[in-house]
């Protein structure tokens, strides 16, 4: 028993004020260190200021109207605003979009008053924005901060005021295995960055966002309704995310609403899937003739997929993320999906695998084989993670790049992470650089997965993303992929496009096919459509080839969103990739594509300007509308809870946290204007260091209910005093504190000592000692 009562359960030396979970310690995101100048960019817990008269919460309603016709999707989201405080506010809102958006339209309503938004350069749009809202003018701004992260700024809502915003974008839907898959991501996952607060650029402080904590519902509507007119018989509808009522139309159509128990349903990916009768694909040539421009749209259905009897062996290397963000659910299905992709590696292949968070650690120097052996050592090393610390995904991948190859295998890297990070270019570049070391396949772990890096890291190592939402879906993906990688549908393609007259093609090769999906281009054509497209490759059956008569299509002006979708395709190719090298000429590119298709980019914006003074003073404050936090994430990704040891095993030691620190875990922050200073509104801190409990195995549990109800002590640090102090708990056999004594104060405050004592003796704790009282000391710092 004595050495049952020496055991000691020490907890990283993690603060609330700090972000544990995609950011432990200072040396990463969200460790506010005693230097504000080396303050880093983290997200933050949402806390409700007393303040009747703002109105925090001024995003009432999110909702889509999606029209899908053949393969092209065209949605409109409507976002409503109300001021129900006294005073003007500025709403800031961050959103996800889909990666393959062409967002052409923003307009804005205020009572009976509609104003179309113009397509502006970024800078000139951010200028004109920040000069209505200093003239008391009402204006709505729409920036792209990432390709699948937009920010919609609303100035000068006045009380009582409702005000509208709609967007428009359209996108291409590409079937896979005949199956069409549409999804409409609505939250943005939390951030992990190590990028100093200072000096971040205007489009990366978006990631300083407030979240509300894990389990609670969204605090506006969402809503979704979807029209489906696929032109072929459509069949097996249904939303793997959302409850959802489907009504057919006749054969080719049907209209599918958002069940009305969903209506808080806005924290994870909406996801609808259905097929067409006969397991048939879209393919074929879409045209549209413009005024001044002629745009076309190419798929062409690959071969079925041929098993290969003998395959050669192969090497994979797997990235597995470990940090806060994935702590919980996220880990668990990761754990699932690793234990079925290594369980199954046959003995030809080597194998390894790399767990990083803050830090990384790897397996073996070198790969192994897969033997029974090292296969349980692998699976061992994975299934003791928990999930904590920071999210360094880029050291990861290069210590992946940089392990010695073997001969005669060819190397596949596999990442299992949400991709909670802000390094998404850096990453495209680093594996475009090093494209011939290996194919890049990514396994998006969560409800709303950051599908920005996910998709980018495997289009740069040209292999293929999955996302995988819940633990069923683990295998089912597992098997997709160990199809994928050991046959290719098809490669060596080349495109013949004969005597069809085009031009400012996308892309400008087609690579290997690697899933059952059509092969796309984009492209302008000029004079008449006329000739043969014939597409050749070599398939598991030997010498494949298609052909389409360009001559008996004609152009139809249902395919206007081309043009959308083909400057959306060229942006892409040119904003991806090697980004870190700076090219002026890239930059006005895509700038020009911007203004002339009428589209959000990186360097262009939407903005609509009430020409109406309704402020007349110009004052009104800043709301930073608060997000839930992803279906599955838990309060680790922000930073609630104590933090886990990361994947090097070593516990970070957290700083003492500066002026702006959070409120236990939880912060309060306003701003005024465009990147100005944080105005704080500072609140008593206190932190759990340490937890020294004398059953091991309640440990975890004893740890969570500490660290969930920490925040209950903040109350009592009135004083705003500087210290530690050591609390003994006995806990009895219904779980009930017993007695709460303070055992060591290095405080001496007799009200904070007292306050300490009655607030934990409140505790109850799930776990009952087995045979006697539970002894636990806490170590709090103030």
Same mark, same amino acid.
């Given at each position: 028993?004595?050495?049952?009562?020496?055991?000691?359960?020490?907890?990283?030396?993690?603060?609330?004020?700090?972000?544990?979970?995609?950011?432990?310690?200072?040396?990463?995101? /969200? @460790?506010?260190?005693?230097?504000?100048?080396?303050?880093?960019?983290?997200?933050?817990?949402?806390?409700?200021?007393?303040?009747?008269?703002?109105?925090?919460?001024?995003?009432?309603?999110?909702?889509?109207?999606?029209?899908?016709? @053949?393969?092209?999707?065209?949605?409109?989201?409507?976002?409503?605003?109300?001021?129900?405080?006294?005073?003007?506010?500025?709403?800031?809102?961050?959103?996800?979009?889909?990666?393959?958006?062409?967002?052409?339209?923003?307009?804005?309503?205020?009572?009976?008053? !509609?104003?179309?938004?113009?397509?502006?350069?970024?800078?000139?749009?951010?200028?004109?924005?920040?000069?209505?809202?200093?003239?008391?003018?009402?204006?709505?701004?729409?920036?792209?901060?990432?390709?699948?992260?937009?920010?919609?700024?609303?100035?000068?809502?006045?009380?009582?005021?409702?005000?509208?915003?709609?967007?428009?974008?359209?996108?291409?839907?590409?079937?896979?295995? /005949?199956?069409?898959?549409?999804?409409?991501?609505?939250? !943005?996952?939390?951030?992990?960055?190590? =990028?100093?607060?200072?000096?971040?650029?205007?489009?990366?402080?978006?990631?300083?966002?407030?979240?509300?904590?894990?389990?609670?519902?969204?605090?506006?509507?969402?809503?979704?309704?979807?029209?489906?007119?696929?032109?072929?018989?459509?069949?097996?509808?249904?939303?793997?995310?959302?409850?959802?009522?489907?009504?057919?139309?006749?054969?080719?159509?049907?209209?599918?609403?958002?069940?009305?128990?969903?209506?808080?349903?806005?924290?994870?990916?909406?996801?609808?899937?259905?097929?067409?009768?006969?397991?048939?694909?879209?393919?074929?040539?879409?045209?549209?003739?413009?005024?001044?421009?002629?745009?076309?749209?190419?798929?062409?259905?690959?071969?079925?997929?041929?098993?290969?009897?003998?395959?050669?062996?192969?090497?994979?290397?797997?990235?597995?993320?470990?940090? /806060?963000?994935?702590?919980?659910?996220?880990?668990?299905?990761?754990?699932?999906?690793?234990?079925?992709?290594?369980?199954?590696?046959?003995?030809?292949?080597?194998? $390894?695998?790399?767990?990083?968070?803050?830090?990384?650690?790897? %397996?073996?120097?070198?790969?192994?084989?897969?033997?029974?052996?090292?296969?349980?050592?692998?699976?061992?090393?994975?299934?003791?993670?928990?999930?904590?610390?920071?999210?360094?995904?880029?050291?990861?991948?290069?210590?992946?790049?940089?392990?010695?190859?073997?001969? /005669?295998?060819?190397?596949?890297?596999?990442?299992?992470?949400?991709?909670? !990070?802000?390094?998404?270019?850096?990453?495209?570049?680093?594996?475009?650089?090093?494209?011939?070391?290996?194919? %890049?396949?990514?396994?998006?772990?969560?409800?709303?997965?950051?599908?920005?890096?996910?998709?980018?890291?495997?289009?740069?190592?040209?292999?293929?993303?999955?996302?995988?939402?819940?633990?069923?879906?683990?295998?089912?993906?597992?098997?997709?992929?160990?199809?994928?990688?050991?046959?290719?549908?098809?490669?060596?393609?080349?495109?013949?496009?004969?005597?069809?007259?085009?031009?400012?093609?996308?892309?400008?090769?087609?690579?290997?096919?690697?899933?059952?999906?059509?092969?796309? !281009?984009?492209?302008?054509?000029?004079?008449?459509?006329?000739?043969?497209?014939?597409?050749?490759?070599?398939?598991?059956?030997? =010498?494949?080839?298609?052909?389409?008569?360009?001559?008996?299509?004609?152009?139809?002006?249902?395919?206007?969103?081309?043009?959308?979708?083909?400057?959306?395709?060229?942006?892409?190719?040119?904003?991806?990739?090697?980004?870190?090298?700076?090219?002026?000429?890239?930059?006005?590119?895509?700038? =020009?594509? @911007?203004?002339?298709?009428?589209?959000?980019?990186?360097?262009?914006?939407?903005?609509?300007?009430?020409?109406?003074?309704?402020?007349?003073?110009?004052?009104?404050?800043?709301?930073?509308?608060?997000?839930?936090?992803?279906?599955?994430?838990?309060?680790?990704?922000?930073?609630?809870?104590? @933090?886990?040891?990361?994947?090097?095993?070593?516990?970070?030691?957290?700083?003492?946290?500066?002026?702006?620190?959070?409120?236990?875990?939880?912060?309060?922050?306003?701003?005024?204007?465009?990147?100005?200073?944080?105005?704080?509104?500072?609140?008593?801190?206190?932190?759990?260091?340490?937890?020294?409990?004398?059953?091991?195995?309640?440990?975890?549990?004893?740890?969570?209910?500490?660290?969930?109800?920490?925040?209950?002590?903040?109350?009592? $640090?009135?004083?705003?005093?500087?210290?530690?102090?050591?609390?003994?708990?006995?806990?009895?056999?219904?779980?009930?504190?017993?007695?709460?004594?303070?055992?060591?104060?290095?405080?001496?405050?007799?009200?904070?000592?007292?306050?300490?004592?009655?607030?934990?003796?409140?505790?109850?704790?799930?776990?009952?000692?087995?045979?006697?009282?539970?002894?636990?000391?806490?170590?709090?710092?103030?």
């Amino acid at each position: 028993m004595q050495a049952i009562i020496k055991s000691v359960v020490l907890l990283s030396l993690i603060s609330f004020m700090v972000w544990p979970g995609c950011a432990t310690g200072t040396e990463r995101s /969200g @460790g506010r260190s005693e230097k504000n100048d080396d303050k880093t960019l983290s997200p933050y817990f949402f806390v409700k200021s007393d303040d009747p008269a703002v109105d925090q919460l001024p995003l009432k309603s999110t909702s889509a109207d999606v029209n899908i016709s @053949g393969v092209i999707a065209d949605v409109k989201v409507t976002q409503i605003y109300k001021n129900e405080g006294k005073r003007p506010i500025e709403a800031i809102y961050v959103f996800p979009a889909s990666t393959r958006a062409a967002v052409y339209g923003v307009r804005m309503t205020i009572g009976e008053r !509609v104003i179309v938004a113009k397509i502006k350069k970024r800078d000139d749009a951010r200028r004109e924005y920040e000069q209505a809202r200093q003239e008391g003018r009402s204006a709505s701004l729409l920036e792209q901060q990432r390709p699948n992260v937009f920010q919609m700024n609303v100035a000068n809502i006045m009380p009582g005021d409702i005000i509208k915003v709609e967007l428009n974008y359209t996108e291409l839907l590409v079937p896979e295995d /005949g199956m069409y898959e549409f999804i409409y991501p609505t939250v !943005v996952g939390p951030r992990y960055s190590n =990028q100093p607060a200072e000096t971040a650029a205007p489009q990366d402080k978006w990631v300083a966002n407030p979240y509300t904590h894990q389990g609670e519902v969204p605090i506006y509507s969402f809503d979704i309704a979807v029209k489906v007119a696929a032109g072929l018989p459509v069949r097996d509808i249904y939303c793997a995310s959302h409850k959802v009522n489907v009504a057919y139309d006749g054969l080719a159509s049907a209209s599918i609403k958002l069940d009305g128990s969903e209506s808080k349903g806005g924290n994870r990916d909406y996801i609808l899937k259905y097929r067409l009768e006969g397991e048939k694909i879209e393919t074929g040539l879409l045209l549209y003739k413009g005024e001044t421009e002629n745009f076309f749209l190419l798929m062409m259905q690959p071969p079925k997929r041929v098993a290969l009897s003998q395959i050669p062996g192969r090497e994979y290397i797997f990235i597995v993320d470990v940090s /806060g963000s994935m702590y919980g659910f996220p880990l668990e299905i990761s754990k699932k999906l690793l234990g079925d992709l290594i369980g199954k590696l046959r003995p030809t292949d080597i194998f $390894n695998v790399i767990l990083f968070s803050g830090g990384s650690s790897v %397996m073996s120097e070198h790969s192994l084989p897969a033997t029974s052996e090292n296969i349980k050592r692998a699976l061992f090393m994975i299934d003791s993670q928990k999930g904590g610390g920071g999210t360094e995904l880029l050291p990861a991948l290069k210590r992946s790049l940089s392990l010695p190859r073997t001969e /005669g295998y060819s190397r596949s890297v596999i990442i299992a992470t949400d991709g909670y !990070v802000t390094v998404e270019t850096e990453a495209f570049d680093l594996i475009r650089k090093h494209l011939g070391d290996a194919n %890049m396949f990514t396994f998006g772990i969560g409800s709303s997965v950051n599908r920005y890096l996910l998709e980018g890291m495997a289009r740069a190592g040209m292999g293929e993303p999955f996302v995988i939402a819940s633990e069923a879906e683990a295998a089912a993906k597992a098997e997709k992929f160990r199809k994928i990688v050991q046959s290719p549908v098809l490669t060596g393609i080349k495109l013949d496009l004969g005597k069809f007259d085009v031009y400012d093609v996308e892309p400008l090769s087609v690579p290997d096919v690697m899933a059952d999906r059509p092969v796309i !281009v984009f492209g302008k054509w000029r004079g008449k459509p006329r000739g043969t497209i014939t597409l050749t490759g070599t398939s598991g059956n030997g =010498q494949y080839t298609a052909t389409i008569n360009v001559g008996a299509v004609k152009p139809a002006e249902s395919n206007s969103a081309l043009k959308y979708l083909w400057a959306r395709s060229r942006i892409a190719v040119l904003s991806d990739y090697n980004v870190l090298q700076s090219d002026s000429r890239r930059t006005e590119e895509v700038t =020009q594509l @911007g203004l002339k298709y009428n589209l959000l980019t990186a360097y262009t914006s939407f903005l609509a300007v009430d020409s109406e003074v309704r402020n007349r003073d110009g004052q009104s404050t800043t709301i930073n509308q608060p997000l839930p936090l992803p279906e599955g994430v838990s309060d680790y990704a922000v930073g609630r809870y104590m @933090g886990a040891p990361s994947a090097t095993g070593i516990m970070y030691k957290a700083a003492r946290p500066a002026a702006d620190a959070s409120h236990g875990g939880l912060m309060a922050r306003q701003e005024s204007g465009y990147g100005a200073a944080e105005k704080v509104k500072e609140h008593p801190q206190v932190s759990i260091e340490k937890v020294e409990v004398s059953d091991p195995s309640a440990a975890e549990k004893i740890e969570k209910v500490a660290g969930s109800r920490a925040h209950e002590l903040q109350s009592c $640090n009135r004083g705003h005093l500087h210290g530690r102090m050591i609390v003994k708990l006995v806990i009895g056999a219904d779980g009930k504190v017993k007695k709460a004594v303070v055992t060591s104060d290095g405080i001496k405050d007799k009200k904070l000592r007292k306050c300490i004592t009655e607030a934990t003796r409140k505790w109850r704790f799930d776990t009952p000692p087995p045979c006697a009282d539970m002894i636990v000391k806490i170590t709090l710092a103030f």
